[in-house]
């Protein structure tokens, strides 16, 4: 809706029944921002299935393919897909209909090396905790990943920068948790907005490290 029509809806609301059947209200739609849950639902769930995508390739079959979602994901050498992605139709929304793969660049994790040995029982629990638990990649180098896909032609979706709030939500959480179980926290009893604006500054100070 233009501003015009914000400005003019309160007024009209105030006019006699009969001047408003004149016009009908114009329909208003509320879009309700995404919670870090469901933005972080999305994430696993790509993990899940690359990952278990990248278990097949190890285990079973090692001449599949490797898609280009997959050597973002795992920050593969941009050489091997650099071709493909200079092509403006990959610079869209690309994985469930709104991430490019700058935002598969922003939650990237490394490669696990799945477990190929004969027990079947060991092998399953390490290759299940391996896709349940993926480690992320340092954000330094997510950064040098991130820039060069910037510099091919790439900018966020709306989407993407979920995935960076989501990224900079879990470091604040962590340093959140950490401050409250440190010692000297403990003994001076600060507050807790106190012990939530350092935690955003550590998380902060994690980043550009």
Partial sequence: MRNKDLFLLPLFLLLPTATQCMEPIKE????????MQEIRDDRDAIYKER???????????????????DHILFQDD????????????????????????????????????????????????????LIKNPKQIPFKEKKEYIQKLYDLGFGPTDAD????????????????????????????QLPQEIIDSIAIIMSEIRLLS
């Fill in 78 to 129: 941009l050489s091997k897909t650099e071709h493909l992605l200079l092509h403006r139709s990959y610079k869209g929304p690309i994985i469930l209909n709104k991430y490019s793969y700058l935002g598969i660049a922003i939650i990237a994790i490394q490669r696990p090396q799945f477990f190929t040995i004969e027990d079947r029982y060991y092998r399953g629990y390490h290759n299940d905790c």
């Fill in 51 to 69: 990952l278990n995508l990248e278990k097949s390739q190890q285990l079973y079959d090692k001449i599949m393919p490797r898609y280009i979602v």
């Fill in 28 to 35: 208003i739609t509320v879009v309700k921002p995404k919670t």
């Fill in 161 to 188: 920068k979920d995935f960076d709030k989501l990224g900079a939500y879990e470091q604040a959480a962590l340093s959140r948790l950490l401050l409250q179980h440190s010692p000297v926290v403990s003994e001076i």
